[in-house]
T-cell receptor, first 118, second 115 residues
Framework: GAGVSQTPSNKVTEKGKYVELRCDPISGHTALYWYRQSLGQGPEFLIYFQGTGAADDSGLPNDRFFAVRPEGSVSTLKIQRTERGDSAVYLC????????????????FGPGTRLTVL | AQTVTQSQPEMSVQEAETVTLSCTYDTSESDYYLFWYKQPPSRQMILVIRQEAYKQQNATENRFSVNFQKAAKSFSLKISDSQLGDAAMYFCAYRRGFGNEKLTFGTGTRLTIIP
C-alpha cells in the first residue's frame, strides 16, 4: 500500500513568513509523529499525535510552531514568523498503534520536507 | 533523559566485506526498544532492524544483525556481504517501551561502500 507522503518536497520561504507542511500517514495508522532533522544531525522529536489529540508536544521549540490533526489522519505542521534557524528537513512518521500500551510498533517515515528560510 | 551516541561519523567498507557500526545509549528504563534506521539520499528513513530490550537473543534480518549488550548499553549493527545499495546514513534510535513513544536518535554514521 501507499507509504507516508509529505508535501511539499521542498519549500523555500523568506524570514518572517508563515509556512504549512503537510503529512499524509499510512491509512489506518492512529499514531503520527513529527521530527526535525538539521544538517548533519539525527532527527529530533517535535510532537506526537494519538488520533486527533497531541499526546506529547514537548519537542516543539517555541510557540511559533503548531501542529494539528483535525480528523485523525492528515496532519499539518505550521510555523509562524519563520527564522533562518528553522531551516531543516521536517520528517513525518506514522505507526499503527500507540498510546500507553506496550508494543513493538514500527514508525514508518515519509520522505520529508526540506524547508529553507532565506 | 535518554541519550544515544554514535561515535563513528563515517565508515567505509569494501564491497562484499563485513562492517560494524557502533552505538551506545544511556537510560534508566528497564523496558525499551532499540532500532537501526537507514537514510539514503532520498531522505526517507527505512527501518533496518529492531531489538526488544527484554530479549536476550540478538536480532537478525538477512545480512543485518546486531550485538546487543544490555549491561554495557551497547547496540552495534553488523552488515555482512556489503552491497553498493547499503551506502547511506545509518541512525541508531531508542524508544521507551510504553507511554511516551518518541524515538531518540543518534547523530548517524555515513557508510560508504567501496567497489
Amino acid at each position: 500500500g501507499a507509504g507516508v507522503s509529505q508535501t511539499p518536497s521542498n519549500k523555500v520561504t523568506e524570514k518572517g513568513k508563515y509556512v504549512e507542511l503537510r503529512c499524509d500517514p499510512i491509512s489506518g495508522h492512529t499514531a503520527l509523529y513529527w521530527y526535525r532533522q538539521s544538517l548533519g544531525q539525527g532527527p529530533e522529536f517535535l510532537i506526537y499525535f494519538q488520533g486527533t489529540g497531541a499526546a506529547d508536544d514537548s519537542g516543539l521549540p517555541n510557540d511559533r510552531f503548531f501542529a494539528v490533526r483535525p480528523e485523525g489522519s492528515v496532519s499539518t505542521l505550521k510555523i509562524q514568523r519563520t527564522e533562518r534557524g528553522d531551516s531543516a528537513v521536517y520528517l513525518c512518521a506514522s505507526s499503527p498503534l500507540g498510546g500507553a500500551g506496550k508494543g513493538t510498533d514500527t514508525q514508518y517515515f515519509g520522505p520529508g520536507t526540506r524547508l529553507t528560510v532565506l | 533523559a535518554q541519550t544515544v551516541t554514535q561515535s563513528q561519523p563515517e565508515m567505509s567498507v569494501q564491497e562484499a566485506e563485513t562492517v560494524t557500526l557502533s552505538c551506545t545509549y544511556d537510560t534508566s528504563e528497564s523496558d525499551y526498544y532499540l532500532f537501526w534506521y537507514k537514510q539514503p539520499p532520498s531522505r526517507q528513513m527505512i527501518l533496518v532492524i529492531r531489538q526488544e530490550a527484554y530479549k536476550q537473543q540478538n536480532a537478525t534480518e538477512n545480512r543485518f544483525s546486531v550485538n546487543f549488550q544490555k549491561a554495557a548499553k551497547s547496540f552495534s549493527l553488523k552488515i555482512s556481504d556489503s552491497q553498493l545499495g547499503d551506502a547511506a546514513m545509518y541512525f541508531c534510535a531508542y524508544r521507551r517501551g510504553f507511554g511516551n513513544e518518541k524515538l531518540t536518535f543518534g547523530t548517524g554514521t555515513r557508510l560508504t561502500i567501496i567497489p
